[in-house]
């Protein structure tokens, strides 16, 4: 995650970092946390609350802890994947709900930034004729630091649009008979992926069973893909 440093707590062993556009997600550190300064290995006396940095995380529980904090004397850009919670072309103004972050954040999106569709041009029936952002769509956004600590948006990848279309080969890593959920290792990008299915709908998936070889055509309905057709290979 990268952001920037603001309270730093050496007695708690803790600091907040604040994402471009975001709220002070609450960061602990220990003994084994590494500290750099610019590429060169420090210690936590080097934290200043103005500093900006890139934090590798591991969760204990409900709690963050820094792996390794690489603090830098110039703002970072970065990276963030979540669902789009509103848009607004006129001003351009995107609020995204991203993992790790406790409120949705907001980032700047110019009029001439690239936005990309991916993994889902063969659909069907869709919510887009065209690639166009909206409520609802799963997005990867790069984005470099702006004015008063506003992120701007490099360019969008819109990762699934409710309504369309989706079709996932792989290996089966998890099957959920009850719940019908399965989760496939798509062969396409290496990412994992939850479908929903219903038995009743799909008779031949009690012969399934994970490490089988499948090929799932689901849609995605804005929470969650749900599919249409499943066969083995």
């Known amino acids: 995650m990268g952001g920037v440093i603001r309270n730093v707590d050496p007695v708690r062993d803790k600091f907040n970092l604040v994402p471009a556009g975001g709220h002070p997600i609450e960061i602990r550190y220990d003994a084994r946390t590494r500290f750099y300064q610019n590429g ?32 830098l004397t110039h703002v970072p850009g970065g990276v963030t994947r979540g669902q789009v ?15 790790l972050a406790s409120e949705p954040i907001t980032l700047l999106v110019p009029t001439d930034t690239p936005q990309d569709l991916v993994g889902q041009e063969a659909a069907s029936t869709s919510a887009h004729s065209t690639v166009a952002l909206a409520a609802g769509d799963l997005v990867e956004v790069k984005f470099k630091p702006g004015s008063a600590g506003q992120g701007v948006a490099t360019h969008i990848l819109i990762l699934a649009s409710p309504g369309h279309r989706f079709v996932f080969g792989g290996k089966l890593v998890s099957l959920d008979m009850h719940r019908g959920t399965m989760v496939i290792l798509n062969g396409a ?45």
Do not use: M
């Open 189 to 233: 990008d290496n990412r994992n992926y939850q479908v929903t299915f219903y038995p009743a709908k799909f008779p031949a998936s009690s012969e399934l069973r994970t490490g089988h070889t499948v090929r799932v055509t689901a849609v995605f309905n804005g929470t969650k893909y749900v599919a249409e057709a499943i066969t083995t290979e």
């Open 85 to 99: 919670v509103s848009y607004n072309p006129a001003t351009g103004k995107l609020s995204i709900n991203a993992s």
């Open 40 to 71: 060169v290995r420090g210690s936590v006396l080097d934290l200043r609350p103005t500093a900006h940095a890139s934090v590798e995380t591991t969760l204990d529980g409900t709690k963050i802890y820094a792996v390794s904090v690489h603090a």
